[in-house]
């Protein structure tokens, strides 16, 4: 196929650039490029030696006898070496002064909030081990949780990595088929769960979700039930009993298990191309090598930080950067329950503001809605405890990159624009805040000891400033080691598709400083009359205008050129949707790109289908631009009803 050596086309061009404030640089952990560019080199020249070194970071109980064995696309990190995460994460600092530190502040949706120290969580963690060794959880057991944002979750986390029982936490929006398919999937043999969890003032009925699940999982002898909202539940004799009656029949003395460095950690399902969800599989050592030295090197973490990740347990942001990362390096990290407008669509800003958050993680769908909910809102509040701001999940467009350093950073704090995957369980591309230059919209460089590259699909290397393909040369520590239950879909999906190298589904460009520009999944490409474009440059053309608040661009069949690029808007909240208005963006987007990228229809509408996690569902905008219906799966949809309207739309 002539397409198959074609790069895709960028046309994106930004040129602004934001060098680290001198102050930060002063007092970071790395403090200049050329510190950066010593560690690159480092890595570069003996990976081994270099990763060697980082890992002396870590505790272990035992030592490795070699630090990898790459039999491709196998990697075994620390070969022999014997650790524990959880003692990482809890024993290590008891010793320390951060025993009486708070290791996590957690908020609830109705505004209570409840503290644990290194030295409480330290015991909740221990008794919760026993209890789970006295349901007969044992290493190598699976652990179902399925819960609210809780302080309880990360506390059944650390106990089943305290035992060696391997975690899934399956989102507490799920419902409960996709529930059922992700526990029979692992074989889980417990589940843990609460009545139910607060979202946007309502109560989401956890319990009875596991109720229905539970009638089609033979593997599941016992279910641990959270009180958390108090309603009533149905509780199962013989199978189901309460946390807090549990943890009374126990004691807090629960050494942490010596468990091999590749001992399975978690498993964690993200949604393939196809509907079945990939087990993506985080072994012990290599991972927490890699959760600890990214949150140190990107957040730039010192132990006076108040240090706030937003993101869901139930996506692999909270599970690096809400529970081991911060904890393992000793931080306070914050974990708020619910909505960012309840109930009002200042609730982010009032916590940064009363907890003192100075480090704040969140992601582009979240900057895009506080652009559309207006700048009163953070003006309301002092967030002059902000020195670094951070987002992950999506390209993040100029506009919103801009917005968000002036309004909440005020123009002083470093924004990291952070790139990974569930796949790498860590940070890859990412700047350090006291030494990279910044550019809006950019990943800018690869975190030393990260090969990240851009090629074609037949392994060539790309010129400067074409896009290509995103890929990652050599192994690293907290590469995901297959899918669970699916070797053969691990080889195909991540080494199948260019000769050597992880390929991550990603497509990029690199400019002529060496900066990564991340340019979307490559399966969202359009291809236009033989040019191949990336969705995210045409959708941050558009959200450039000033009536857009979001944009979602997807290709529908065309007989003359190939594809047409269909765009989905949504409006800033005082702008009323018009012809004109539909004719006003896509002259805008022909000049801010060319004519070849003028959008050949727009549709207005109120919300976009996103994830849990708030990535733009471009699989069922695409199935609706062609088809005007959505087939595939949509367990991982937050909200079903907005492909209704958007259905309806199309009817009318
Ligand atoms: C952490 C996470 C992974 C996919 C990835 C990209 C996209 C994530 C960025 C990004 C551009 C970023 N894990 N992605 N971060 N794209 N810039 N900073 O999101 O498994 O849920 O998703 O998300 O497409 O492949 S994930």
């Known amino acids: 196929m002539s397409t198959s050596t074609t790069n895709i086309e960028s046309v994106l061009n930004e040129q602004r650039v934001f060098p680290p404030p001198a102050e930060f640089s002063a007092r970071a952990h790395i403090k200049s490029m050329e510190e950066y560019e010593r560690l690159r080199e480092e890595a570069e020249r003996e990976p081994e030696k270099f990763w060697a070194r980082m890992a002396e970071e870590i505790h272990w109980f035992r030592r490795w006898d070699k630090v990898l064995d790459w039999q491709p696309p196998h990697a ?181 298990e010596e468990l091999d460095s590749e001992h399975p950690l978690f498993i964690l399902y993200t949604s393939g191309t196809t509907g079945k969800p990939k087990g993506i599989l985080h072994t012990t050592g290599g991972y927490l090598l890699w959760a600890h030295l990214t949150t140190k090197w990107v957040f730039d973490l010192k132990d006076e930080d108040v240090y706030w990740c937003t993101a869901d347990i139930g996506w692999v942001t909270g599970h690096s950067y809400v529970v081991y990362g911060p904890l393992s390096n000793g931080a306070t990290s914050i974990m708020y329950e619910g909505a960012p407008n309840h109930p009002a669509p200042d609730r982010f800003w009032s916590i940064v503001e009363r907890h003192k958050v100075s480090i704040f993680y969140t992601a582009p769908t979240a900057i895009r809605a506080f652009i559309k909910w207006g700048d009163e809102h953070p003006r309301r509040h002092d967030l002059s405890s902000l020195r670094l701001l951070g987002t992950v999940g999506e390209p993040i467009n100029p506009e919103a990159w801009m917005w968000y350093r002036e309004v909440i950073g005020k123009g002083r704090c470093p924004v990291v624009d952070t790139w990974w995957q569930t796949e790498t369980g860590g940070i890859m591309i990412s700047p350090l805040p006291g030494a990279t230059p910044t550019k809006p919209g950019s990943a800018t460089k690869p975190l030393p000891g990260v090969a990240a590259d851009i090629l074609t699909r037949d392994g060539e290397p790309v010129a400067a400033n074409l896009g290509g393909f995103l890929v990652i040369r050599r192994p690293f520590p907290s590469m995901l080691r297959t899918i669970w239950g699916d070797d053969e879909r691990y080889r195909q999906t991540y080494f199948g598709e260019i000769e050597g190298v992880y390929f991550a589904g990603d497509g990029a460009r690199r400019d002529r400083d060496g900066y990564f520009w991340i340019m979307g999944r490559v399966d969202d490409v359009i291809n236009v009359s033989g040019h191949r474009l990336g969705t995210m440059e045409i959708e941050s053309a558009l959200v450039s205008h000033p009536a857009v608040a979001e944009a979602a661009v997807v290709g529908r069949p065309d007989e003359l050129k190939g594809q047409g690029i269909f765009a989905f808007v949504t409006l800033e909240g005082t702008r009323e949707p018009s012809d004109e208005l539909k004719e006003q963006l896509r002259g805008h987007v022909a000049r801010e790109i060319g004519a070849l990228a003028r959008p050949d229809e727009i549709r207005f509408s109120d919300a976009l289908p996103k994830t849990r996690s708030g990535k733009i569902m471009r699989r069922l905008l695409r199935e609706l631009a062609a088809s005007g219906a959505v087939k595939g799966d949509v367990t991982t949809l937050e909200d079903f009803s907005v492909i209704e309207k958007l259905r309806a739309q199309e009817e009318e």
């Open 76 to 256: 075994r990190w620390f070969v022999g070496a014997t650790t524990n995460i959880s003692y990482n994460c809890l024993d290590r600092h008891l010793s320390t002064e951060r025993r009486t530190k708070t290791a996590l502040l957690w908020e609830g949706e109705p505004g209570e909030t409840r503290a644990f120290t290194y030295e409480e969580l330290h015991r909740e963690v221990c008794r919760f081990a026993n209890v789970l060794k006295k349901l007969g959880v044992a290493r190598g057991d699976r652990v179902a949780l399925y819960m609210p944002l809780i302080p309880e979750l990360a506390i059944a986390m650390l106990a089943c990595s305290r035992i060696g029982a391997t975690h899934s936490v399956v989102f507490g929006g799920f419902s409960a088929a996709a529930l059922v398919d992700r526990i029979n999937d692992a074989g889980c043999r417990a589940v843990v769960t609460a009545d139910g969890g607060y979202r946007r003032g309502t109560e989401v009925k956890l319990k009875a979700a596991v109720d229905e699940a539970l009638r089609e999982t033979p593997t599941v002898e016992s279910c641990v039930v959270v009180r958390r909202t108090g309603s009533q539940v149905e509780m199962k004799e013989g199978r189901d009993q309460w946390w807090h009656e549990l943890v009374e029949t126990v004691g807090a003395d629960c050494p942490a």
